[in-house]
């Protein structure tokens, strides 16, 4: 399964792939003298919206992305997109029990033009809107100013996403408000936040859509804990966002309750009330409506038919010839701003706990590669660690940096003659070129092979509305890998056995269950300690 | 070069090689019934000092094992480490110009006992010692105890093992004090940082080791034009650390400077000043000097014999097994604890800078996989984000998980029977269990093929000590990998290329050169942004 030659039955009966397998064998040479000039530079770039994609350095050429175009429309991908975002079910396995749900993540942003006209996404969107309302009203309460600090408690989705767009949007901090994000059941983690904060002056969001998670509820007590030996009353100070109806929806523990629905992953959930509440709290209902709608203008780009244009599309497809016909195990995300530095580690959990996945959804083992490694750090400090693996490695991995124009606190300088801005996009092409091209040299150690494939994504400013764009993007082309592949990108059975057999450990530690092997043996190796 | 089946002329002459080869077609199947069993899993451990390793999750036998050793034994690993730790000039490839230094950072925190006695290696410690004394006296100086933050500047090396470590110690923080990054040449990085600290109580340590890094500098003038703009005087509150007679050992600009050597490469550089002033300064000098004495402790355990206890040299022969055999490409670290979350992006750096590489020591194109990718976050975290790629994904990659017993911060509760401690513990455990044992069920989708390798490094407590070792743990298994692939693990050649590039765009946004191909295409579509 580590490397494969076939693809799929159904990908295998495709003319596309047969053309893509052959093509694969003599991908477009980088490192041709004039190969990477101003025509290919300038054909191989789409822009729509706030954003530009620059794939001139990836090793395509006009055949291979006729064919990739092609593929796309073999598998129905665009089709699937728009039945995705009309609210059918496709969260499901053929013949097998599964969840059988809809995924209408698009319907929580999609408040503003052009909305999704079919029945269950436009009750989805009405639903997400009072939500949005009843936050804005939250928010404007006498009894919210108090706080300066928002503490959210959640774990997977209701983590990453949340970190990566706060992370992402500091500079427009309403002034004294802050979060922490308490994840991890390691209770270090709690402790040091409770280190950290003024509990009278903090508000705690709660987020678990059964309201059962392990890591979420011990946290929960934890921090309710630290409430009540402070002799403060907890009920006024947490929220919950949570389904409707779960344990945590209960007016008597929180002050207040928003709702996330079932047909919202929560690797999706960002743009729901699971950022919301966070998001809407330190930076302000504005700030967040600009997320929505960058987010919901990218949502509409993706159920386009423009090929140049259709940037989660093409991203995905470009995915898919790196991954499965260049046979590139890792997808390295590296934006060069430091305001995205968490975004690698929320598309490390959107796309490999959507993609990290071995049957189609007939329930069939599939024979290639689905969902790759994502990992990255932000530039040029990743220059100064892995780019070395990067140029001179014996592997390859695919890479897209991402690029800004502006700086956001427009706090620079012209040092020898030039502003850090300057410096900082300098580096970003320079990598970009140098991967494709290499360089010769007597010294073998002074060698680079080149043809190492990247691509750049450009906007001229982190604003809450390009973010919004950026998020959207990487969702759908998530998505659309998935529909390439025809897997299920919507659940994640793959966490349950460890969660079951960590079930069975607690009892251990709990005394009601005598440990058996292996379970024993580990444990007596913790006592020896 | 991304599948290899053969290994290095000189591993072909090698009789393990070909045994390795040989059982690598049949690895040892960790999902026949009982096969994790307590003889195993007490039988493939080890331990010494603060760590266990616990390896019975790879997929070895003991015929694996003995081949494994008997490798290091043809490639003379520790003869190498020894010669290494004796100040021999390793950094260095045959025939072609290159750095020809020797590779000293053990010798940063040989002050204790059991000294290495040959000549460099003495020399090397003990004006690693004066330079620890010197910044102990610093530290005890009355005009030191007004500072409440001190910046760290400085990229790579210089950033990301001190980062790691800060994390790692928050909880021995000195009242009062705390530390900040600035790495990236983004400004929004600098002009975050000075929005959240007060200048005039905050010292500024400005690391580079030939004073003239390019980020470094530019982040130094950007911190110093905002001292200056507040009325402060920056010579006063800027340290350096750096060469001794570069252009940053200059007393009328900083208020003190200690120094770095050039046998102590940036990512091997923490426990030098490069980490120790940050480090003395947050947590008392008695806390880094226990962080000196459990790497120290590890440095004299990464020379021994004893094959069941050299746990880095076992930790990289099981790596080699991973990479090389079983075709591997990556290398996940997944830390059980809040405080190691940035110690994975440490170890990228560590790792991939270091065997990122793709010649031997010969200056000969090696035609086997050298370093694979490192990466990971926390778990649980981790558990909630990638795990399902990690179970039911369709590559396979090689994983090492850090557990410890104890919080640092004691801070607990009993939740429904147990610690949350003992639930953190209980996921550890089980997911190593869950890997490889796998599970069968008749629903595909919730099928776990199992044989899906994994090892846990367990210390009692995260302390400044066990954290010394870890770090140096890490630190061998990198060299010993380099050894074994006969590598050069101490240059990095492949960044300058890239380098080079970003200089010539400087010079066209300067404007002191007009922009060629490709620059020129690159530079008119920012322009169209």
């Known amino acids: 399964m580590l490397s494969l030659e076939v693809l799929h039955m159904k990908f295998l009966a495709s003319p596309a792939v047969n053309r893509l397998k052959k093509y694969s064998q003599k991908p477009f040479d980088l490192t041709k003298k004039g190969a990477l000039n101003s025509r290919r530079i300038e054909t191989l770039q789409g822009t729509l919206g706030p954003l530009t994609l620059l794939y001139a350095t990836d090793r395509v050429d006009d055949a291979v992305l006729d064919s990739l175009w092609q593929l796309a429309e073999e598998r129905g991908a665009l089709a699937k997109m728009r039945a995705m975002q009309s609210g059918q079910k496709l969260n499901k396995i053929q013949g097998v029990p599964s969840e059988n749900r809809r995924v209408l993540h698009t319907a929580m942003r999609d408040f503003f033009s052009d909305r999704n006209p079919s029945k269950h996404a436009l009750v989805a969107s009405t639903k997400a809107f009072e939500e949005f309302v009843k936050l804005e009203q939250f928010l404007k309460k006498r009894s919210t100013q108090k706080y300066h600090t928002i503490i959210q408690i959640g774990i997977g989705g209701s983590y990453l996403g949340p970190e990566a767009l706060y992370k992402a949007l500091e500079k427009y901090q309403v002034q004294n408000r802050s979060a922490r994000f308490i994840s991890n059941v390691d209770p270090d983690n709690t402790a040091r936040i409770l280190k950290e904060v003024d509990l009278k002056k903090t508000l705690v969001v709660v987020v678990s859509k059964s309201g059962s998670t392990l890591e979420t509820k011990t946290n929960e007590a934890l921090v309710r804990k630290a409430f009540v030996q402070k002799g403060l009353d907890p009920k006024t100070h947490f929220l919950s966002v949570t389904g409707k109806n779960s344990p945590m929806d209960n007016p008597k523990a929180y002050a207040a309750s928003f709702y996330m629905e079932d047909y919202v992953g929560g690797r999706y959930s960002v743009t729901s009330m699971v950022g919301g509440v966070l998001l809407g709290f330190c930076f302000g209902i504005e700030t967040f409506k600009e997320v929505l709608k960058g987010a919901s203008y990218m949502d509409k780009v993706a159920c386009s038919e423009e090929k140049q244009t259709n940037l989660p599309l093409l991203s995905a497809l470009l995915g898919i010839w790196n991954r499965n016909f260049l046979h590139y195990p890792t997808f390295a995300v590296i934006p060069y701003t430091e305001g995205l530095a968490r975004l690698p580690a929320h598309l490390q959990q959107c796309d490999m706990e959507s993609n990290g996945k071995s049957i189609d959804k007939e329930g069939r083992q599939v024979p290639f590669c689905t969902g790759p490694i994502v990992w990255g750090e932000p530039g040029t400090s990743a220059q100064h660690s892995f780019y070395q693996w990067i140029h001179q490695g014996t592997d390859i991995a695919s890479i897209e940096c991402i690029g800004v124009k502006q700086s956001q606190y427009g706090y620079d300088e012209q040092i020898e003659g030039t502003s850090s801005q300057e410096k900082l996009l300098a580096n970003l092409f320079a990598q970009s070129i140098a991967l494709a091209t290499g360089k010769k040299d007597a010294n073998p150690n002074k060698r680079f092979h080149g043809n190492r494939p990247s691509r750049i994504l450009l906007t001229k400013q982190l604003t809450p509305y390009s973010l919004g764009a950026i998020l959207s993007y990487y969702e759908h082309k998530i998505a659309?890998?998935?529909?390439?592949?025809?897997?299920?990108?919507?659940?994640?059975?793959?966490?349950?056995?460890?969660?079951?057999?960590?079930?069975?450990?607690?009892?251990?530690?709990?005394?009601?269950?005598?440990?058996?092997?292996?379970?024993?043996?580990?444990?007596?190796?913790?006592?020896?300690?």
Chains 1, 2 share one sequence.
């Open 480 to 529: 659309f890998q998935g529909f390439l592949w025809d897997i299920n990108s919507f659940d994640q059975e793959g966490v349950q056995l460890g969660k079951k057999l960590a079930g069975e450990i607690i009892d251990c530690f709990k005394g009601t269950s005598a440990p058996k092997e292996p379970i024993k043996s580990y444990l007596s190796a913790l006592e020896q300690l």
